[in-house]
């Protein structure tokens, strides 16, 4: 079952912060985060382990709870270039890759 | 750029054909993802390939197969093309599995007519 991201789309002014969250029916073994500009590929974000690990590359912060089924993604002091649709994916603890995307969240960021 | 690269970039063919999707992955990357993504199913994952070997499957359909070759390149073939097979296909690569960041390539624009 899809993971369930929220809000589904949300529109904020350059400097504004957002919070993307991404839950989940079944336990989690990771959460990546990427962001995908219309006709482009998605970029990795963030990912997030079970036991807390983080790893990322850009100024984006990101929190997951393990026993919620929950992760967040913590944009502060939006930028334009934030603008695109957030995805998180998730993978079950097995460990293996059967990934799931969640439904998505369109972030526009305005001038 | 992510160093993945994903070949032809537009695809336009008939129902009931046959179609081969490749690419390469970043340089040193074991392993290889397949995605698909269309407008009313969002991104999902097909398989997954590491070091040639399927480490992995997703909803990919049985008309889908997939294979990783000792060069690392693989190569997603769709066969019986149907109209709701018309999609963005991406390839990722990472250089381990799970844990590791994934790189995509440019995708594959594929259009059934």
């Known amino acids: 079952q899809q993971p369930v991201q929220s809000p589904q789309a949300v529109i904020l002014r350059e400097g504004e912060d957002a919070v993307i969250n991404c839950s989940s029916s079944?336990?989690?073994?990771?959460v990546h985060w990427y962001r995908q500009k219309h006709g482009e590929a998605p970029v990795f974000l963030m990912i997030?382990?079970?036991?807390?690990e983080q790893k990322g590359h850009e100024k984006i912060s990101a929190s997951f709870n393990e026993k919620k089924q929950q992760s967040s993604l913590y944009l502060t002091a939006s930028q334009l270039s934030y603008s695109g649709t957030y995805f998180c994916?998730?993978?079950?603890?097995?460990?293996?890759?059967?990934?799931?995307f969640g439904t998505g969240t369109r972030l526009k960021v305005l001038a | 750029d992510s160093g993945v690269t994903q070949t032809p970039k537009h695809l336009i063919t008939a129902t009931g054909q046959r179609v081969t999707l490749r690419c390469s992955p970043r340089?040193?990357?074991?392993?290889v993802y397949w995605y698909q993504q269309s407008l009313d199913q969002g991104l999902q994952f097909l398989i997954q390939?590491?070091?040639?070997?399927?480490?992995a499957k997703g909803n990919i359909l049985e008309r889908f197969s997939a294979q990783q070759f000792p060069d690392l390149h693989s190569e997603l073939n769709l066969s019986s093309l149907e109209l709701g097979d018309s999609a963005l296909y991406f390839c990722?690569?990472?250089?381990?599995?799970?844990?590791?960041?994934?790189?995509f390539g440019p995708g594959t624009r594929l259009t059934v007519l």
């Open positions: 079944k336990a989690l073994y990771s």
């Open positions: 390939y590491y070091n040639g070997e399927e480490r």
């Open positions: 997030l382990l079970k036991g807390g």
């Open positions: 994916g998730t993978a079950p603890p097995s460990g293996t890759y059967k990934y799931i």
């Open positions: 340089s040193g990357d074991l392993s």
């Open positions: 990722a690569s990472s250089s381990l599995g799970v844990s590791d960041t994934q790189y």
